[in-house]
């Protein structure tokens, strides 16, 4: 009888752990990522969505920000921390942007900030959107990712 409650008290340690393990992911790295980008110009935006796919193990990704790179400048465009998803080897996370008024010459590329060990996570270049006002910034708003099913 002695043994009866080490044991059960061990078999409780050992399945609240096992799941804590299953629950809980290293934060992606960015190696291990692969993002393809699809363009639809709505009005005077762009409505961007990004498929973010995991080659690597098992890994957290969430964002935090996203900046616009374009020429010797980078501006922070926006900051908000998004929903952390778990993303299985070989799956995939998709989230949509938009980005709004363009107004500097020559190509630009939007860089999802991450929070993991990379920091950043530079999408593909695509074409920008049209400058519509000289007298306002550029606008990026990022949704949260979410897994896409299989």
């Known amino acids: 009888m002695r043994w009866l409650v080490p044991a059960a008290v061990a078999l409780a340690l050992g399945a609240a752990s096992a799941s804590a393990s299953r629950s809980t992911a290293l934060a992606?790295?960015?190696?291990?990522?692969?993002?393809?980008?699809?363009?639809?110009?709505?009005?005077?935006?762009?409505?961007?969505?990004v498929d973010v796919r995991?080659?690597?193990?098992?890994?957290?990704?969430?964002?935090?920000?996203?900046?616009?790179h374009g020429g010797l400048t980078r501006e922070l465009v926006w900051r908000k921390r998004g929903t952390a998803v778990?993303?299985?080897r070989g799956r995939t996370v998709?989230?949509?942007?938009?980005?709004r008024n363009w107004c500097k010459a020559g190509p630009a590329q939007v860089i999802l900030l991450l929070r993991s060990r990379d920091k950043q996570f530079g999408l593909p270049f695509f074409p920008p959107p049209a400058c519509t006002t000289r007298a306002e910034k550029t606008r990026v708003a990022v949704g949260s990712p979410a897994l896409v099913p299989r």
Do not use: D, M, S, Y
């Open 54 to 68: 995991n080659i690597g193990n098992r890994c957290r990704f969430q964002t935090v920000g996203a900046a616009v």
């Open 28 to 49: 992606c790295l960015t190696g291990e990522l692969r993002a393809t980008v699809g363009l639809k110009h709505v009005g005077k935006a762009l409505a961007v969505t």
């Open 94 to 99: 998709r989230l949509h942007l938009t980005w």
């Open 86 to 88: 778990v993303i299985p």
